[in-house]
């Protein structure tokens, strides 16, 4: 799509009038919201409501702490991880555990330009969880952080153990540029005036995402009578400008590239949360519109395959790109499918870093994606059997 001539006249113009069609859809939208009021249309829209107070509010908040302490305080991962050799396995699980694929893209990055062994890089792709991990810490941060913490762990000692099965210099690069080799950015005119409206209504929706965990219904705390449900509205809205500003690009032939520490701190948190929010966002739908639309029980599907559910969620966790995992940790969070399937999963799946690990050498992320599964069946298998079988 992108090399097609005339997909780029089309990407550039819909990109260059990003703001008046974003403008349109959100006019459109607000019309149908007072408008149209069957079961359907109410699923979407509170679907598309909770995506942003429950998730893209926490996620916001958290990138926009982290990327501001990376920027005032300095703080270069990447130069941590080169000092310190003799800790370049922790410290690649460590940066794999974090939420999101930033960890992982800094290590695949060293990996690329011969810094790193082969063992740091199954270490940080069995320990992410990708953009799933901001979904589930912003709904159960208890089990969040456990999570994080088996990846930690598990992603460790794997990376230990491929160290010592092979040689340190097994399949290392030497000397290419994953940036080259990945894409080349995209470069699309954003609008700073939805930019600036995004910043705008993220602010009380970090105060309304903070309410909401307490379990505080604000729909009737603020209902007036103007607006019946004014928050549900209001996530809707916001929701809304999320999946526009991330959907428009793609449409016109433009890739989604994770942000650079170069780039101004809200870009970068604009840019990454509206990732993560349109994919939550499809995920909620996907879920609640198949169980409503097609009257299907899930949960009792997936009971009738109850053994082999946690390998089903390992073998959708080698599936390149958070987008699959954001639908399996949804089902976890709906009671669909067992944690020991939601540790399977967290440790089989690599997200978006296996992009450019893809792009780098196909032969060592197959292997890689290979070497996360072996554990990934250990450990999701231990947990069902221990914890969960009956």
């Avoid at 990708?130 to 709904?139: E, S, T, Y």
């Avoid at 009380?204 to 009737?220: H, N, S």
């Avoid at 089989?348 to 992320?365: E, T």
Wanted: glycine share 8%; proline share 4%.
């Amino acid at each position: 799509m992108i090399n097609n001539p005339t997909n780029q006249v089309s990407g550039q113009f819909v990109i260059k009038n990003q703001k008046i069609f974003s403008y349109i859809f959100l006019l459109i939208g607000v019309f149908l919201f007072f408008n149209i009021g069957n079961e359907t249309w109410d699923i979407i829209k509170s679907s598309i409501a909770d995506a942003y107070i429950q998730v893209t509010s926490f996620v916001a908040g958290t990138l926009l702490f982290f990327y501001s302490l990376e920027k005032y305080l300095k703080m270069d991962l990447e130069k941590v991880l080169n000092k310190r050799p003799k800790l370049e396995i922790f410290v690649s699980s460590f940066l794999g555990a974090l939420p999101g694929c930033g960890g992982a893209i800094i290590v695949l990055t060293q990996y690329s330009r011969g810094k790193v062994s082969f063992g740091s890089v199954v270490a940080t792709l069995t320990a992410t969880m990708g953009d799933a991990a901001f979904l589930l810490i912003a709904k159960e941060p208890k089990i969040g952080l456990f999570i994080m913490l088996i990846g930690f762990f598990v992603g460790f000692v794997s990376g230990i153990l491929v160290n010592l099965i092979h040689k340190k210099n097994f399949m290392k690069m030497n000397g290419c540029d994953v940036i080259k080799l990945n894409s080349k950015p995209s470069k699309y005119k954003t609008s700073k005036s939805l930019d600036f409206i995004w910043i705008v209504l993220i602010i009380p929706g970090i105060f309304f995402g903070v309410l909401t965990a307490f379990q505080i219904d604000l729909d009737l705390y603020f209902s007036n009578k103007f607006i019946e449900n004014p928050i549900t509205f209001f996530g809707f809205f916001a929701g809304s400008l999320c999946f526009i500003m991330w959907i428009l690009p793609i449409i016109s032939g433009f890739r989604y590239n994770p942000s650079g520490s170069d780039e101004k701190i809200v870009r970068r948190t604009v840019s990454d949360t509206n990732f993560i929010t349109g994919w939550v966002i499809l995920a909620f739908l996907a879920y609640e519109l198949t169980v409503h639309l097609g009257e299907f029980d899930l949960e009792a599907i997936f009971k009738s395959y109850y053994f082999f559910i946690p390998l089903i969620a390992i073998l959708i966790g080698f599936l390149p790109g958070c987008g699959p995992q954001i639908l399996v940790t949804t089902l976890y969070l709906n009671g669909i499918i067992p944690l020991s399937a939601q540790i399977g999963n967290a440790i089989s799946n690599d997200g978006d870093a296996l992009f450019p690990a893809i792009a780098l050498q196909p032969k060592a992320a197959f292997i890689a994606t290979i070497y996360s599964g072996i554990p990934a069946i250990i450990v999701s298998y231990s947990y069902f059997f221990i914890f969960e079988f009956y």
